[in-house]
């Protein structure tokens, strides 16, 4: 049996805990370097993925992937390979978030589809909510 220490807790009960090594799955939440270190990660693990055959493009940006390709039966291919890539390198993707075998997609605040790039909706609303400036200062703020 591995030793324990007794840790005081504020309500003055002692917790008891085994020493173990522990290593995180994930980086922890509020660190400011921890999408980078991610993606870079990310970045450096996908360099091992080989692509299946057939013409097509996979882009990263921190943690958003985008596979481009110029017909669906490749773009299913690219997915399935990668996704299994990504699984086994002990990746998870979500399910909601995914935008799988689309000729449109929201990626990075843009709507992208065949080789157009257009301002997402939500970011054209908010520039047509902000008020003119009336200052320079405010304009300066923009």
């Known amino acids: ?44 693990d996908l360099e091992s993925w080989e692509a299946p ?14 596979i481009a390709t110029r017909t669906q039966e490749t773009c299913v291919d690219w997915t399935v390979s990668l996704l299994n890539f990504l699984g086994l390198q002990g990746y998870r993707v979500s399910e909601k978030k995914a935008q799988i075998v689309r000729q449109t997609v929201f990626y990075l605040g843009y709507e992208v589809s065949a080789g157009q790039r257009t301002l997402g909706q939500d970011h054209k609303e908010a520039i047509y909510e902000t008020l003119k400036p009336q200052t320079v200062k405010e304009l300066r703020t923009f």
């Open 53 to 66: 055959l057939g013409e097509g493009q996979l882009r990263q940006y921190v943690d958003d992937l985008l």
């Open 1 to 44: 049996m591995k030793p324990a220490r007794k840790f005081l807790h504020s309500s003055g009960k002692a917790l008891k805990l085994e020493e173990k090594l522990s290593s995180h799955g994930v980086l922890p939440q509020g660190y400011k370097n921890s999408p980078t270190i991610f993606g870079e990660q990310l970045a450096k």
